[in-house]
Structures are given as structure tokens and as C-alpha cells.
């Protein structure tokens, strides 16, 4: 197979995936969504637990948020909690960080 060549001539080697790759798109898909980008702003300003007011704050039905609050959880981006009948989520406090890092490691 022929190495990729840049305009300036230069040749260079094929980029093998790396392990934390996997960890840097499962992060970058979940967050891909401008309404999922709007909760983990929330989540960081408030720096608390919130319940249904991520319904109120969003203009989307409270099963759409549900969703993506679905999506977020299973990357690893939030965390959440029972609160009576209710559940209540946060940032997770490492996933933040953890994406900066991979995206500076790019």
C-alpha cells in the first residue's frame, strides 16, 4: 500500500489507532448533539444535582431529554442518582477533563 503524501512532497506513516481513541469518540459522540452539549453546560454551571429542571431549561419534550440524558450517562459524561421518585443527575467530575485531555493528546 502506498503512504499517504502531503502537497509538500513529505511522506508520512499511517496512523495505527491508538487505545484511548475508543474512549475519545464514545466522549465526542455522546456529546455530538447540541442539546446534550446544553445539559453538560448546565450540569457544569450549577456544579449540583438537578432534577427536572433540565426539562424546564430545554425546549424539548421531557422524553427527549430523557434520552439524551440516556446517552450522556452511558458515555460517562453524567451521573445520577434517586431522589425520591425522581432522578437527579450531575457531571461527572472526571469526564471533562478526561475529554480535554484526549483532545490536547490528539
Request: charged share 25%; glycine share 6%.
Amino acid at each position: 500500500m502506498k503512504r499517504p503524501v502531503c502537497p509538500t512532497g513529505k511522506t508520512h506513516p499511517q496512523a495505527a489507532p491508538r487505545a484511548e481513541d475508543g474512549e475519545l469518540a464514545r466522549l465526542a459522540d455522546a456529546i455530538g448533539n447540541p442539546a446534550r452539549v446544553a445539559i453538560v453546560r448546565l450540569l457544569k454551571e450549577r456544579e449540583t444535582c438537578v432534577c427536572g429542571e433540565i426539562v424546564e431549561v430545554l425546549p424539548l419534550a421531557q422524553s427527549t431529554v430523557s434520552q439524551h440524558l440516556k446517552v450522556l450517562k452511558a458515555a460517562g459524561w453524567i451521573q445520577g442518582e434517586v431522589s425520591g421518585p425522581r432522578m437527579c443527575y450531575c457531571l461527572n467530575p472526571t469526564a471533562l477533563e478526561k475529554f480535554r485531555s484526549l483532545l490536547e493528546a490528539l
